[in-house]
């Protein structure tokens, strides 16, 4: 049964970087047309998506995000990586590493996704 | 940017009944790219339904998704305990979005 366990610091400063690793076990993570990806939950609030990668390391991200983000995929770990930079109070979230079926093109930017395994979530406060 | 507007906010209902959650897009996502998720109460999301109206593995026959170009049903024919939770609507049509949530509490 695929397991997907997150990890990282539950508390940053504002400006700084954040850095989540979610590892996977249970399966593989090189599967055509599977994805490894990012969401987050601000207390009380809906949901938000970051973004994905492919285990060939082509990523796809939020565009309101992108320039922020940055993930990256290590299959010989089976893990992949969150990386936030220039954090405010606003990112305060619970971060949760999920699964992502679907299809992407790096060519096009294009990509189409839907998460049907998700990690337990990480909570993340951005504080000094 | 696709905005997905679910409706409405909070659905109060007894165990038993039948619940209709709706999911209307600011724009034609087909009849593909929409998926349906269930969070429980301090726990992550979990996948119910696919591609409009396809259940996940594992989901009961309870839940079945509907629609097609900008509205969009879930719907639970007969509520058990556990299905009291907040219901999300996600598209993958262009980009990717979620709408902001039904909660489907106890009466």
């Known amino acids: 049964q695929l397991q997907l366990h997150g990890s990282g610091p539950g508390l940053v400063k504002p400006s700084e970087t954040l850095s989540l690793t979610c590892t996977v076990s249970?399966?593989?993570?090189?599967?055509?047309?599977?994805?490894w990806g990012w969401i987050r939950q601000s207390p009380g609030e809906g949901l938000q998506w970051l973004g994905a990668?492919?285990?060939?390391?082509?990523?796809y991200y939020n565009p309101s995000l992108k320039s922020r983000v940055v993930m990256a995929v290590d299959t010989s770990r089976n893990q992949f990586s969150l990386k936030l930079n220039s954090l405010t109070a606003a990112d305060t979230s619970t971060y949760f590493c999920?699964?992502?079926?679907?299809?992407?093109?790096?060519?096009?930017?294009?990509?189409?996704?839907?998460?049907?395994?998700w990690g337990e979530g990480t909570t993340v406060t951005v504080s000094s | 940017e696709v905005v997905l507007t679910q409706a409405p906010g909070t659905l109060s209902l007894s165990p038993g009944q039948r619940a209709t959650l709706s999911c209307r897009a600011s724009?034609?996502?087909?009849?593909?790219?929409l998926a349906w998720y269930q969070q429980r109460v301090g726990q992550a999301p979990r996948l119910l339904i696919h591609?409009?109206?396809n259940r996940a593995t594992g989901i009961p026959d309870r839940f079945s998704g509907g629609g097609s170009g900008t509205d969009f049903t879930l719907t639970i024919s007969r509520l058990e305990p556990e299905d009291f939770a907040v219901y999300y609507c996600?598209?993958?049509?262009?980009?990717?979005?979620f709408g902001g949530g039904t909660k489907v509490e106890i009466k």
């Open positions: 249970g399966g593989s993570m090189n599967i055509d047309n599977i994805y």
């Open positions: 591609g409009v109206s």
């Open positions: 996600q598209q993958h049509h262009i980009s990717l979005s």
């Open positions: 999920a699964r992502h079926a679907g299809y992407g093109d790096p060519y096009l930017n294009y990509f189409s996704f839907y998460m049907d395994v």
């Open positions: 990668v492919f285990h060939d390391g082509s990523a």
């Open positions: 724009q034609d996502i087909t009849s593909r790219y």
